[in-house]
């Protein structure tokens, strides 16, 4: 009969982290500039902003083009103005999008360590399962082989 150590739930307990959650944990860590560029990634890369901004750039081109002369602002074809104001808008957002890019790089490997810690500790939980019911097994063939001697003493 084998007579391996198994582990009890609460040494199992002691041998693994409490659980955490990983969100706030991240969120706690994050300065507030950090936020407003997350704040930023997260918004940007929608649909909702992408429409604001095809919106924003067809009434830029149908006010001046379309209305009176004297009221336009932004001569066609150029839309000099325009094509600045975009540029700009570009070059600011790029190196945002990218630093709230890398917040939830950082965010996605705290969850992955956590999942790591957590399947570790699951596996030796279904490991210490499996050796008790393995034991059980045994015991149990045991205790049917002595049922099975004391009827042949009875016969």
């Known amino acids: 009969m084998k007579h391996e150590h198994i582990l009890s739930l609460s040494e199992i307990e ?54 009176p002369q004297e009221f336009r602002f932004d001569p066609f074809p150029a839309f000099v103005l325009l094509l600045f104001l975009t540029n700009i808008l570009g070059l600011l957002l790029m190196p945002l999008i990218m630093v709230g890019q890398n917040i939830q790089g ?16 699951s596996e030796k939980t279904i490991q210490t399962i499996l050796l008790h019911l393995e034991n059980q097994e045994e015991i149990l063939k045991d205790l049917q082989n002595r049922l099975d001697k004391l009827e042949k003493k009875r016969k």
């Open 14 to 67: 002691s041998h693994f982290p409490s659980p955490i959650n990983t969100n706030e944990v991240h969120k706690k860590k994050l300065s507030s500039s950090n936020k407003i560029a997350l704040l930023v990634t997260n918004h940007v890369g929608t649909m909702g902003f992408f429409l604001i901004v095809v919106m924003w750039i067809a009434s830029w081109v149908a006010w001046n083009t379309i209305i």
């Open 106 to 121: 950082k965010h996605a490997e705290l969850r992955s360590a956590y999942d790591y810690e957590v399947d570790k500790k």
